[in-house]
């Protein structure tokens, strides 16, 4: 186990910062509470919330001891570690063997789009869902206390771990108590509920849902696989490829070799059926309230349950000895191409710490830079939020004004905006400067031929966020009244 973790841990450590998505924006968001309380700048607040904050909580205790760049790599590592062990004791539990020849599968997806995003809290929160519910399966007062502690903390995490959790135990508490017949009637149940939940959203307006684009065939769990670029995209069709050449060996050796599989391979497979037709159901993104940040990705987030619900249905099925060497080549290829992409990113991130050591202390910036096209992680600009630790303030910060994060601006504050679509406009370049912006200064991409060239330019009134070299419109945006408002 030493030894699988250590090689597990790899990628936390080959690039000078890791690199995902809203990791970045986590770490800014942990200095920034760190300056708060220590009362070091005004106007942003530690609130105390009971979800959504162990990740954060985590950073920031370990960055006051050991500092931002090793308190980065420990939480990290942590929650890497939670959710590869959480999912292999779960898949172990209930197939009844430990999934060793599904290894390289299982590094892959805890390296997948869901980490690579940077959903910490989340990406922590199903580990310890699956932790919880390989306890509760073991029955027994004492391991369903310890799966109660194990959901507790999932909760503290995000709140989708509890549900996670929840759902499942009720579930599974139900299929094991119910004769093979009323069985049948779980899966229509939870396919009748997960219909009228898209109905629902679908009639409220007020939520502003949106649906995912991609297709059917993007909801089997291989899709957390596609994060940096087209090639990825192709080498999860491989990695789905695989899975069902794997399923069929298995089903050949059941038939003609007599390897009958687990006694829980029904349950597995009505999981991973389940968590598909609930991703197609479920909104991609709507809204808690009109001030209120996003519930957002919300499907490309679950489809992490789905892979693993579907190695679980593998593991359960009794695979060839020769599945891992085709998963194993899989796991290579992908984290060739992570090493080289990540790179990239970590470079980016040096350039704009030369530039933020360059600025005046406390200077305010806005963080301007779009990913290549074909990338499925746009949120590349939190490099740069994360370069401005102990130089510079990252006006354009989201987790303030989402209401969702322990950090929250107050109004009139010249620290970070409490306007989650001012925050959203200036992030994407939309933003048009107003005199009362100012003073900001933009660090953008400058280099057509090479993404992670920045620059660092004072903005102008009229000046859009990611361009501050045109000349500036002094024509006021349509909507200036109800930004002032904000």
Same mark, same amino acid.
């Given at each position: ?8 841990l790899?990628?936390?450590f080959w690039h000078t ?5 809203d990791?970045?924006s986590h770490?800014y968001?942990?200095?920034l ?5 220590r009362?070091?700048?005004s106007?942003v607040i530690?609130?105390?919330?009971w ?7 985590l950073?920031?205790?370990a960055?006051n001891?050991?500092?931002f ?9 942590l929650a890497v570690?939670?959710?590869f ?5 779960f898949i172990?539990s209930?197939?009844g063997?430990?999934?060793w020849l ?12 869901a980490?690579?995003m940077?959903f910490?809290n ?6 310890l869902?699956f932790f ?5 399966w073991r029955?027994?007062a ?7 502690g ?5 909760f ?6 509890l549900v ?5 135990a =009720? ?9 093979r ?7 229509l149940?939870?396919l009748?509920f997960s219909?009228g939940?898209?109905?629902?959203f679908?009639?409220?307006q007020?939520l ?12 089997f ?30 089903w050949y050796?059941?038939?003609?070799r ?8 029904w349950?597995? =497979? ?5 968590a598909?037709?609930?991703?197609? &159901?479920?909104p991609e993104?709507?809204r808690?309230?009109?001030y ?5 990705l919300?499907?490309?987030?679950l ?16 695979p ?12 290579? =290829?992908f ?35 779009n ?7 746009p949120f590349i600009?939190?490099s740069?939020?994360?370069? &401005?630790?102990?130089? &510079? ?5 989201y987790e303030?004004?989402s209401l969702?994060?322990?950090v ?8 970070v905006?409490?306007? =989650?679509?001012q925050s959203?406009d200036m ?8 005199k ?10 400058c280099?057509?031929a090479?993404?992670t060239?920045? &620059?660092?330019h004072p903005l ?5 966020s990611e361009?501050?070299?045109?000349e500036?419109s002094l024509?006021?945006?349509?909507d200036?009244?109800s930004?002032e408002?904000?």
């Amino acid at each position: 186990m030493f030894f699988i973790s250590a090689l597990l841990l790899v990628p936390c450590f080959w690039h000078t910062h890791l690199q995902a998505g809203d990791l970045g924006s986590h770490i800014y968001n942990a200095w920034l509470a760190q300056l708060a309380e220590r009362r070091e700048i005004s106007g942003v607040i530690v609130v105390q919330q009971w979800s959504n904050v162990l990740f954060d909580v985590l950073v920031l205790h370990a960055a006051n001891w050991f500092g931002f760049v090793a308190a980065e790599k420990i939480a990290v590592s942590l929650a890497v570690l939670v959710f590869f062990w959480g999912a292999f004791s779960f898949i172990t539990s209930l197939s009844g063997r430990p999934p060793w020849l599904l290894i390289p599968l299982l590094f892959v997806f805890g390296y997948g789009y869901a980490f690579h995003m940077g959903f910490m809290n989340y990406y922590i929160s199903i580990g310890l869902a699956f932790f919880a519910l390989a306890a509760a399966w073991r029955s027994g007062a004492g391991n369903w206390l310890l799966a109660l502690g194990f959901a507790a903390f999932a909760f503290t995490a995000h709140p989708i771990g509890l549900v996670l959790f929840v759902s499942l135990a =009720v579930y599974i508490s139900t299929w094991r108590r119910l004769p093979r017949g009323p069985r049948l009637l779980l899966p229509l149940f939870t396919l009748v509920f997960s219909i009228g939940l898209h109905f629902y959203f679908g009639a409220r307006q007020e939520l502003e849902p949106s649906w995912r684009s991609e297709g059917f065939l993007q909801l089997f769990g291989q899709d957390q696989m596609n994060v940096y670029g087209h090639r990825y995209l192709v080498l999860s069709w491989f990695a789905l490829a695989w899975g069902i050449f794997c399923v069929a060996g298995g089903w050949y050796d059941w038939i003609f070799r007599a390897r009958r599989g687990a006694s829980t391979l029904w349950l597995a =497979v009505e999981l991973y059926l389940m968590a598909i037709a609930g991703t197609i &159901c479920l909104p991609e993104n709507f809204r808690t309230g009109l001030y209120a940040g996003w519930v957002g990705l919300l499907v490309s987030r679950l489809t992490l349950v789905t892979a693993v619900f579907g190695l679980l249905a593998l593991a359960s099925l009794r695979p060839p000895q020769w599945t891992w060497r085709g998963a194993a080549v899989l796991a290579a =290829v992908f984290f060739a191409f992570l090493y080289h992409d990540t790179g990239k990113l970590d470079r980016m991130e040096a350039n704009a710490r030369t530039l933020a050591q360059s600025l005046p202390p406390g200077t305010r910036i806005v963080a301007v830079a779009n990913a290549p096209e074909d990338w499925r992680v746009p949120f590349i600009y939190h490099s740069i939020d994360r370069a &401005c630790i102990g130089h &510079c303030f990252s006006f354009a910060n989201y987790e303030a004004s989402s209401l969702q994060f322990r950090v929250r601006a107050l109004a009139g504050n010249s620290i970070v905006t409490t306007s =989650v679509d001012q925050s959203d406009d200036m992030s994407s370049g939309d933003y048009r400067m107003r005199k009362a912006d100012l003073p900001l200064v933009s660090i953008y991409q400058c280099d057509d031929a090479d993404f992670t060239t920045l &620059c660092a330019h004072p903005l102008r009134e009229g000046q859009k966020s990611e361009d501050p070299e045109s000349e500036p419109s002094l024509a006021p945006p349509a909507d200036a009244d109800s930004e002032e408002q904000n």
